[in-house]
């Protein structure tokens, strides 16, 4: 049974769901934008059995404190000091690392403060390679590189309800609309539409490039630690191209690559699919056929 909980991060209230017995290995979910641990929920069920899951929201997202800019940084490097802070403070030694999206960044930068915990990776439409960012990107990449008041002011036009509804089907067939359930936009838009907010995930925006500063870094990471690595991505996702998801393979040659007839957000439509492979990965690449791991 998934619950339901909130634990104190420097004076913030992080909100993450957690099922499954401590006794099984861990799982940290870490979510991108704009969803939240919400975007796991159909996982965690999945997988509850055998593995231990947690998934917690960052500061600003979901039911996390959404504290004010002047008294909190919103930047990815903030973000990996909370959620490191938060493992510890919620008690998880080590961890099998799902990154999604903006939890890629931040999970490579926990990676990178304490390698020695990360047992093993699954990547799903996360991006660590500069060839898998796609045009998409080119209006962001105008605001790096000019950070004017005028490109700010381009970014904010699709966040809204209808481009945060195009974060889930965009690019995926009309075959599978139908299978997306509305609750993912809305609760998204729900929390993005409080005051302020817009200005934070504009702020967000603004700091990813920080992102594709560390991508070396990562990479070193990848080839000095080569940890068991699953990678499973949706081939519609307009914005992280399967490119990406192939670069892996140069710093992991051993990485498992799954392309999936699915979207950015591959759980909505493939999560049953998903939580198999990551089943079979785990056990036969990372636990050596542990009950803990039988399907």
């Known amino acids: 049974m998934t619950t339901y909980n909130i634990t104190t991060v420097d004076d913030l209230n992080i909100f993450y769901r957690e099922a499954g017995s401590r006794a099984n290995p861990t799982i940290l979910l870490l979510h991108g934008f704009p969803s939240s641990s919400f975007m796991y929920r159909n996982l965690i069920d999945a997988l509850a059995d055998k593995f231990h899951l947690v998934a917690p929201d960052y500061p600003g997202f979901g039911y996390s404190s959404f504290p004010d800019a002047k008294q909190f940084s919103y930047t990815f490097a903030n973000y990996a000091n909370v959620v490191d802070t938060f493992t510890r403070a919620v008690g998880l030694e080590n961890y099998i690392l799902y990154l999604q ?91 993005l539409a409080r005051p302020g907010n817009i200005e934070v995930q504009l702020d967000l925006f603004g700091d990813y490039k920080t992102n594709i500063a560390m991508y070396s870094q990562f990479q070193a990471f990848f080839r000095a630690h080569r940890p068991p690595t699953l990678i499973v991505w949706g081939k519609y996702d307009p914005f992280f191209m399967v490119l990406g998801a192939e670069a892996y393979r140069r710093d992991l040659p051993s990485a498992e690559l799954h392309v999936l007839d699915a979207g950015h957000f591959a759980l909505e439509t493939h999560a049953s699919q998903i939580a198999g492979l990551i089943r079979e990965f785990l056990k036969t690449k990372v636990f050596g056929g542990s009950v803990l791991c039988n399907a």
């Open 101 to 191: 999206d903006y939890g890629a960044p931040i999970g490579f930068r926990l990676a990178l403060l304490g390698p020695e915990r990360v047992t093993a990776l699954i990547v799903q439409n996360g991006n660590a390679y500069e060839e898998g960012l796609s045009s998409e990107w080119e209006p962001i990449k105008t605001y790096w590189r000019e950070p004017t008041s005028v490109n700010r002011a381009k970014l904010r036009d699709w966040l809204n309800s209808d481009g945060i509804r195009l974060q889930y089907v965009a690019g995926v067939p009309d075959t599978q609309i139908t299978m997306f359930s509305p609750d993912t936009w809305t609760l998204d838009w729900e929390f």
